[in-house]
């Protein structure tokens, strides 16, 4: 299988001490249960709304602190995480998008941490985290029409050979990369700090997998932990 090897810059380390990840690549299967993305959804839904880990709020606000390092405002433009779980409280439920996507966004929400799927069919080269100089080409969506944008110097963005793949680290997705459940090749990133304990780094993990084992029982998985100071 192909085996994703994202590589993390040293500045990232200085910028946010501790900072581990989950790099999770799957070679896909026909997908055999659709519906359990969405109970799973539903499910973590429910847990965030009974409370959720003891060390949530810390772990996302120590997210914050991070963008704030990197100049970035966390009230506009925060983690995926925090984004996540906010509308889910206030709504009290998450609309289903697809079988794959509900079930990282259930492992974000009932985790607190920010999952970014990927598909990796779209990637040139590997992935790669780093502080942006500004130069670099980010394609979004603006006002319904697709359009390019650069990061701003400082920012931390994922990017690979062609452009930034994720800007604010986990803020907003690009869409040449963007997950449907339709991808051959996927790759998910898992992104803690040391507010959330290695352990439930681990459980969120395994939870994604052991949902992609069964979304698609013949997929190929490989996941390793990834950091800045992590050989």
Request: aromatic fraction near 6%; proline fraction near 6%; hydrophobic fraction near 45%.
């Amino acid at each position: 299988m192909l085996i994703v090897l994202p590589s993390i810059a040293r500045e990232i380390a200085v910028l946010a001490p501790g900072f581990r990840a989950l790099s999770v690549s799957v070679s896909t299967s026909r997908i055999v249960s659709p519906g359990l993305g969405k109970q799973a959804l539903d499910d973590a839904c429910q847990y965030i709304g009974s409370g959720g880990p003891a060390w949530a709020d810390a772990h996302l606000s120590a997210w914050a602190d991070v963008f704030r390092e990197f100049g970035a405002k966390p009230q506009r433009t925060g983690s995926s995480a925090d984004a996540l779980r906010k509308r889910a409280l206030k709504a009290g439920s998450l609309p289903s998008i697809d079988p794959v996507v509900d079930l990282y966004n259930a492992v974000s929400l009932k985790y607190a941490i920010p999952v970014g799927g990927e598909n990796f069919e779209a990637y040139v080269g590997m992935p790669r985290l780093l502080i942006a100089d500004g130069t670099e080409e980010f394609d979004t969506i603006k006002d319904g029409v697709p359009t390019r944008e650069s990061p701003e110097h400082g920012e931390v963005v994922w990017r690979d050979d062609v452009g930034v793949t994720c800007r604010r680290w986990n803020w907003r997705q690009g869409v040449r990369t963007r997950l449907t459940a339709n991808a051959k090749q996927m790759w998910f990133v898992l992104e803690s700090l040391p507010e959330m304990p290695i352990n439930s780094l681990n459980e969120a993990g395994d939870a994604l997998i052991d949902g992609l084992r069964l979304l698609m029982p013949d997929a190929a998985i490989d996941s390793r932990l990834i950091g800045a100071d992590i050989q």
